[in-house]
C-alpha cells in the first residue's frame, strides 16, 4: 500500500511539473504574438525619418 502512495504522489509531482512547463510555453507562445519584432526595413525607415526630421 505504500508503494501505491508513493507511485500516486510521483504522478502528481510529474503531472504538475507537466502543467508548469506547458503554462510556462503557453505565456511564451502567446506573448510572442503580442509582441511582433519590427522587421529591420522598417526600423531603417524609422530611422531614416528620425533624422531626417532633426536635420530640418
Do not use: C, H, Y
Amino acid at each position: 500500500m505504500a508503494e501505491d502512495k508513493n507511485t500516486q504522489k510521483g504522478r502528481e509531482v510529474m503531472a504538475e511539473g507537466l502543467r508548469r512547463d506547458i503554462d510556462e510555453n503557453l505565456k511564451r507562445v502567446f506573448e510572442s504574438a503580442l509582441d511582433p519584432e519590427i522587421p529591420d526595413r522598417f526600423k531603417d525607415l524609422l530611422a531614416q525619418l528620425k533624422a531626417r526630421g532633426t536635420s530640418r
